[in-house]
């Protein structure tokens, strides 16, 4: 595995995730939202943002974390393995607010400068909704662009600790 992708709902845990298998495998770790976003969360237009994700797919060898459903056809024919944050939306909420306090005065290390961590209703409403509207189109999309992709899916925190220790002891 050189090209590994993890993408889930927001508060999931992929950037943990992600942090930790480029870690352990000793690969280049990608935040997409670190190449999406410019200063003042102002988005990458659809031209130059594409370009980019095209030129960070074709890597040879990443650990990739985000969602970004535009850019799915560009991301998963190139990976190896799609990893699926898929914890439950009250906890991903709970994370997702936890992480607002903490961050509050600092940048998070995934996150562009000049993008401090925010939470709105539109956010915790994306955040319940993902599993219902989401993951359904991150599944379409592995079918459409990438069928033989293996998914492992990680439905709970002990899922992921026991995924991440077999990762380790291969």
Known sequence: MRRILIAGSPGAGKS???????????????????????????????ASGRATVADLAAR?????????GGTLDLRLPHADLLVLCDLPRQLCLFRVLRRRWAYRAAGRADLPPGCP????????????RYPRQSRPWLLRGVRTWAPELPVVRLRTRAEVRCWLAALSHP
Do not use: C, K
């Open 16 to 46: 943990t995730l992600a942090r930790e298998v480029a870690r352990r495998l000793d690969l280049p770790l990608i935040h997409l939202d670190r190449h999406y976003w410019r200063a003042g969360w102002v988005p990458s237009d659809d």
């Open 60 to 68: 040879p060898a990443w650990v990739m974390d985000g969602n970004y």
């Open 117 to 128: 961590e925010r939470v709105d209703l539109q956010f915790l409403r994306y955040v319940w």
